[in-house]
Structure formats: C-alpha cells, structure tokens
C-alpha cells in the first residue's frame, strides 16, 4: 500500500476504527517517511456531529497532524430526480470531499480505517442482493488512491489496541439503527453466524471475498483485450458488437463492457440492480440501458454503446450546391460537383457517394436530421417507409439515428447520406448534368449488419 515518502491523507471520522488507523499512521510515519495529514467529513445528518468534528479537531491538534474539516450538505434530488438512498448519497459526499481534502494537501493517497468486519459485512450485504463475483469482492484493499490498512484486523482488536494505549474514541449512535442494512447484518446477522455457525465465520466471509477479487481480476485482465478487439472509439464511447458480447459468458461479456466503461471513467462494482439490468441488456431484454458508475451502457440494435451522453444531433441548415458544408457537430464535410455526363456513366457503389440529374435539383437544398414521422422513398426498394424504420433496418443504432445527414430537396428526402439515395432526380440517358454529392466522415462507412 505504501512504499515509503507519500503523502498520506487519513480519513477521521472519530470513531474506533478511524482513530486506530491514525494511530497506527503516525506510528509508521517516521520509519516509511510519510507526510501525515487528516480529514473530516461533517455530514450534519446527527445533533452531535459539529462535537465529533471537535473530539477529532482536538486529536489532531494533540499529535500535531494538520486536519481539514470539510462540512457536506446530503439532500434529496428535486422531484422526479433518482434516489438511491441516505447511505449512498453520504457516501458519494464523503469521497467527493476526500477528493477536494487530497487535492488541498497534495496527498498521493487516501487512508481509511475499514475492518475485517466492514469487509464481511459488506460481503453479506452484496450477497443477499444478488450481487456477481465483482460485488462479492467486498472492499478493495487497494483501489485507485485509497488504501484500507487495517482491512485484516478485527474490530475488537482495533478497540483493544486503542484501550491499551489510553486513546479515546466516539460512538456514533446512528451505528445501532435498525433502519440500516449495515447495521442489522452486524447487530444480528453476523453474531448469529459467530454464534451459530462458526466462531470464524467473520475471517470465512473476509477469504471469500479474497478469491472472488482474484476471480474478477483475471476475467478483468480477459475483458481488457476483448473490449480492445471488438471495440471501436466513437465520438467520446466505445461501440461493440452485441453479438460478439453474446457468444461470450455472462460474466465475462458484463466484464467487457466495464473494462470498455473503466476506459472512460466509469465501470468498478455495482449494486445487484445494476447488475441485473447489464444481464438484461446482455440478454436482449428490457431495459436496454444500464449505467456502469459515470457511464452509460445502451443496446441498439446489433451494437452496445458505452459512453457518456451521446453527442449532440445534426443542425439544421441550407445548402446552396455545387459547393461545399461543413457538418462540425458530426466531425463532417459535405461536398457538391457538376459535371457533364460521361459516356458509359455507371452509378457509384459507394455509399458515401450519390449522383443526381443535376437538371431536376434545386440549386438550393436543405440539411438537415431526421423528424418525427419523417417518411422515404428508397432507390431500389419497394416503395415508400418510415424513416426510422429504414434506419432500424439498416443497422443504424439509436444514438446515430439524429446523427445520419438527410438531404432534402422540396420537401423531400433525396439521400439519408452515407446509407442510400432516394428515388428523385435519378440519373438516365437523358440525362446532360450530373450533380455528385460525397460525404466525408466517419458515418460514410458502411453499416454491418448484425
């Protein structure tokens, strides 16, 4: 966890376990030349916080490590907003605010005083909502910037240790509420399982959790390579084919799309009903969305995006041609020629590429995405369609389906650029000019079909 000469920001939150962890830090500061500093999080959620934040503002002063205390506000979204919970929306505060105390001090890493009994209760939590191999990893002694030195001890050692050395510590009361999951699996069922079961039932559930992150970290390293194989970077996502995700485990498809989502800040350990919505996605059912941390996952058709909001749609915007239109928001160019019919013209098989009777198309076209009730008149097909059930039918996935340039000509849809060119203006024997439309970007690559 420490290799000597960081800085080290210790969380303290007053209780025994966070008072031993400072302890213990400072003990090894001088041997492993650490910067030792310390934070605070007053979440106001209890009358007695401002004195825990005073019992450890007095602590700190005592043994002379640099404290900072940082006050959070835990609200409610505003209607219609999602909740998942007090303990969740305090925790997503706390980290926020170890991560702007780290930042203050410069600190490399951030210290945490989880036990061995955090650990197996949080195995049993994960355990009873469903949670996969990943959830049932329980805490991780090692992720990202935090470390969690005392993850093998024992709570009752932790208390012993500070009574031995004379060291107070706070009680939060809010730790013996039934209202709280937590709290139950520790009141209750864990002494049940020590009692019960077995005496070392506590150190079972802590080597579970052992080999279930050992287990996920070697289908974490298989991931990697297949999200890098079948994966290809799109306008701030990665787009993966879902049947190639289906010919894989379960778990090991669920861990491609986070190894995908980790490439972009997202991914790690879900809850159980995040978990279950990646299966449903994975099985084709319904939702066909899931988030994975900061990341979204969403099926379309043949093709599973993970990503951040998808990119903004198409503007709207008149064209006058021959010429040239630039298409920023797709990272795209249009571009327009006349030219005098050859002799043993062929049409271009290029579906980047559409040629019209330059005779039968105003000088002034329109570009513009696609609208609601928007309607086709496909080259080569049968007769008139939905739009969007031509862009389903093509493969095309929901996120790109605003993105997919349409050129319109009196009202009409002569081209869905990049895919194929209505039945307007068709060039013929009679026809003398023909205008050539290319699209330059990376939407002008053809489709797969799933």
Known sequence: MLRGGEVVLASVSGGADSVALLD???????????????????????????????????????????????????????AGGAWDGLEAAARRARYAAFRRAATAFGAACVATGHTADDQAETVVMRLLDGA????????????GPYIRPLLETRRHVVEAHLLARGIGWREDATNADPRFTRNRIRHDVLPFLVARWDPDAVEWLTRGAERAR???????????AIAVAIGRAASGAVVLPARELERLPGELAAEVLRAAAAGLGGGGAQRAAGERALRRLLDGGRPRAARLGRVRCERSGPWVRVGGVPPDDLRERAWQVPGEMAL??????????????????????DPARAEFDADRVPARLTVRARRAGDRFLPWGGPGERRLKTFLIDAGVPRWERSRIPLLEADGEIIWVAGLRRGRAAPVTEDTRR??????ASPLAVPIARG
Do not use: Y
């Open 132 to 143: 996969g191999p990943r959830g049932l990893g329980g805490i991780a002694p090692v992720r």
């Open 434 to 439: 023909i205008l050539e439309v290319t699209l």
């Open 24 to 78: 213990t830090l400072r003990a090894l500061a001088p041997a492993l030349d650490l910067t030792l500093h310390a934070v605070h999080v007053d979440h106001g959620l209890r009358p007695e916080s401002a004195t825990d934040a005073a019992f450890v503002t007095d602590l700190c002063r005592a043994w002379n490590i640099p404290l900072r205390v940082e006050r959070v506000e835990i609200a409610r979204p505003a």
């Open 214 to 224: 050992a287990a996920a970290a070697a289908l974490e390293t298989e991931a990697r």
């Open 328 to 349: 920023p928001e797709l990272g795209a160019r249009l571009s327009a020629r006349c030219c005098l019919r050859p002799v043993g013209w062929a049409p271009a098989r």
